[in-house]
């Protein structure tokens, strides 16, 4: 079984990698589902930063992916989205090469609400790209997408986490107001919806540049060859080069392309239907479709095989292969003093091998409590099940007695000495355990979080 954050998320495999984390299929054991988890791989304060204000992105609309909940775990991070398994526009193009006109516009309509329905919220996007924009697996139906990857949004008037003159986002997908460095907009992401509209038509990504250039040379040029002449007008006001000839919203934008879409001829007989294919593959050993599958009692789960090498997308990002199982290290028999015998130590599980070694118990450990039973049962992913722990010779220690000096004896013939009652022993100090991890580790990203805002500050004085 893999890795359990919380006691809740069960992280499966991984499917992909962004910017600061890595993306792995986890089951929810208290929804009892599937999702998505994006788990922090890095713990500097202004990655961290970035972390907690994507996480606390909540957008309720059907072609937005954001997150829908976090857990914290001793020093890693993860929230939590819907699981998508279509791939992203970068998989569909390089199934199918260009897409059909029409099919394009279903798309664009779809990723032209999710926007508007973003920056509703005063959120800039900044990360518009065929590879954050997914899709559900909806085979030659109606197709579904979904915007994603929020790491480096911001709202409007929010202090910025970077430099003045320093630029984020994807090569390529600027606007060209952002290389001159002007504070981020809506209509940056405008531009950029331009840009992945022009690649799912050409299937190739175009050339943002030379493209802006065409446009302050010669205006607005005429539709390139296979893009219908409506379709181009639409695109031509999301490309404009001057964010004040732009479409100013998304809203606005989508008004204009249901008006151009009915202009568009009609699909022709040959036209090969696109299908979105289901890109995430099979489960794992361990797992079905109902979440974690019951081991054997007497056979341990066999530890997943490691691809042989990494698959890389096209868009830079790669899936991750399951991290390499350690081979099982059995543990030495622990001697045991006369008369009692230990009994042998069964071999180390692979998850339990950075574990610490569990602590000897009596030769007849008691039976674990219901409710501790009920929640931390046998999906919780635990490494070793208590009531079969292995076990070893504990001493029976008698209790310590205290030193006295006799009285002298009484004169008399009958005389006894009275009996001295024993001075109770001290009780011993009792330890005020400290706060759960629950607590701790949310009051840590606070505390992380106030610490890069006041370095923050003092790099701006």
């Keep these: 079984m893999g890795e359990v954050f919380a006691g809740r998320y069960e992280l499966v495999d991984p499917i992909g990698r962004g910017g600061v984390g890595a993306v792995w299929r986890a089951w929810d054991h208290r929804r009892r589902r599937y999702v998505a988890a994006k788990v922090l791989q890095q713990s500097d304060a202004h990655t961290l930063l970035r972390f907690v204000r994507e996480q606390a992105l909540r957008i309720d609309h059907p072609h937005v992916l954001a997150p829908a909940s976090w857990a914290a775990d001793d020093d890693k991070v993860l929230f939590t989205m819907d699981l998508v398994s279509g791939g992203s526009l970068a998989h569909l193009i390089g199934d199918y090469g260009p897409l059909p006109p029409r099919f394009v516009c279903v798309l664009l309509d779809q990723l032209l609400s999710g926007l508007a329905a973003v920056h509703a919220e005063g959120v800039v996007h900044r990360d518009i790209k065929p590879a954050n924009v997914l899709l559900e697996a909806t085979g030659t139906g109606r197709p579904h997408l979904r915007l994603s990857d929020f790491g480096i949004s911001m709202r409007k008037g929010e202090p910025r986490l970077t430099e003045t003159n320093y630029v984020v986002g994807t090569p390529g997908y600027f606007a060209p107001e952002q290389l001159m460095g002007a504070e981020p907009d809506f209509t940056a992401d405008l531009f950029a919806v331009g840009l992945v509209a022009l690649y799912l038509l050409q299937g190739t990504k175009p050339d943002a540049q030379a493209l802006v250039d065409h446009f302050t040379a010669h205006g607005t040029p005429g539709a390139p060859q296979g893009i219908p002449e409506p379709l181009w007008r639409v695109l031509a006001g999301l490309l404009q080069p001057d964010p004040q000839a732009r479409f ?24 090969e239907p696109v299908e979105v294919f289901d890109q995430l593959g099979p489960l794992p050993a361990g797992f079905g479709p109902n979440g974690p599958e019951a081991a054997a009692p007497a056979r341990a789960a066999a530890p997943p095989e490691a691809p042989s090498a990494a698959s890389t997308s096209e868009t830079g990002g790669f899936h991750l292969p399951p991290p390499p199982a350690q081979a099982a290290q059995p543990q030495a028999q622990a001697p045991a003093p006369a008369p009692y015998q230990a009994s042998p130590t069964p071999p180390a599980h692979p998850l339990a091998a950075h ?107």
Excluded: M, N
Excluded at 254 to 267: G, I, W, Y
Excluded at 376 to 400: L, W
């Design 355 to 461: 574990a610490h070694p569990p602590a000897p118990v009596p030769s007849h450990p008691a039976a674990p409590h219901p409710a501790a039973a009920a929640e931390y049962g046998p999906t919780a992913g635990a490494a070793a099940d208590f009531a079969q722990a292995p076990t070893s010779a504990v001493p029976y220690d008698q209790p310590a007695t205290r030193q006295y000096t006799a009285h002298a004896p009484v004169q008399g013939p009958t005389a006894a000495v009275p009996a001295q009652p024993r001075p109770a022993a001290p009780p011993a100090p009792r330890t005020r355990p400290g706060p759960p991890p629950k607590v701790a580790v949310p009051v840590l990203i606070v505390a992380l979080l106030c610490l890069a805002v006041g370095v923050w500050a003092l790099t701006q004085v």
């Design 248 to 271: 100013r919203s998304a809203t606005g934008a989508r008004k204009a392309l249901a008006t151009e879409v009915e202009l568009l001829p009609e699909p022709g007989p040959d036209e």
